[in-house]
């Protein structure tokens, strides 16, 4: 059973603009995490936000964190070609990562 | 640079066959795991270990087995191969809890005719 569910399921944007994707999870958690894959690559983590933030921001990233509401937000901003690829969030259930369906970004020049 | 590796990259093997896929981590990392891909799926934890001698179930261990002699490896074993074992398969490792960061192989496609 997936933990986080990512939306929408695909989403497709023109360079320049922002992208937004959420996950919504089931459980309390400790902390949330995000990752991106590229095409045939393993998962890159992007970002950890823990359970007492709202808001997290690494370079063109923008995690917010909803307790109450349990979910979560990724904005990536001035999207890039090279941000092309599927984001995962992971949350901590029973010791391990969960992770979600993903969300697969397309950013067309 | 520490890095975490697998092998082979691709295997295309017959149902009824043991296969090993191979997972290496130069990171000297206490936690591995192996994760399994499938469309409509997401990943889907196999095993999991937090040191030597240590080996944990995860959601989809049925026909999976792992051993850990030492820090950098945990092979993954299909006893077995099942057509329903046709995936692409993910080694990572953490350095402390589970809910660390968590660093990814590149992966290791298996199909199962």
């Known amino acids: 059973s997936q933990q986080g569910e990512e939306d929408p399921q695909a989403l497709s944007i023109q360079e320049g603009e922002n992208a937004t994707m959420n996950c919504s999870y089931k459980t309390s958690i400790n902390n949330l995490q995000w990752y991106r894959q590229n095409s045939g690559r393993g998962l890159v983590h992007l970002i950890l936000i823990r359970s007492n933030e709202r808001e997290k921001h690494s370079g063109r990233l923008r995690v917010t964190l909803d307790t109450s509401k349990k979910s979560s937000s990724l904005l990536i901003t001035a999207s890039r070609a090279a941000d092309t690829a599927s984001y995962f969030c992971a949350t901590d259930r029973g010791g391990k990562l969960i992770f979600g369906q993903g969300t697969e970004l397309s950013v067309k020049p | 640079d520490a890095e975490i590796t697998q092998s082979p990259r691709h295997k295309i093997t017959e149902t009824g066959r043991q296969v090993t896929l191979a997972c290496h981590q130069t990171?000297?990392?206490?936690?591995m795991f192996w994760y399994r891909q499938d469309l409509g799926h997401g990943l889907r934890l196999i095993h999991y270990?937090?040191?030597?001698?240590?080996?944990n179930k995860g959601e989809v261990s049925d026909g999976y087995s792992v051993s850990r002699s030492n820090t950098e490896d945990l092979p993954l074993t299909l006893e077995s191969a099942a057509s329903s074992q046709t995936s692409v398969y993910f080694c990572a490792s953490s350095e402390s809890g589970t809910w660390d960061t968590q660093y990814f192989g590149p992966g290791t496609r298996l199909t199962v005719l």
């Open positions: 990171w000297n990392h206490n936690n």
């Open positions: 270990s937090y040191g030597v001698q240590d080996t």
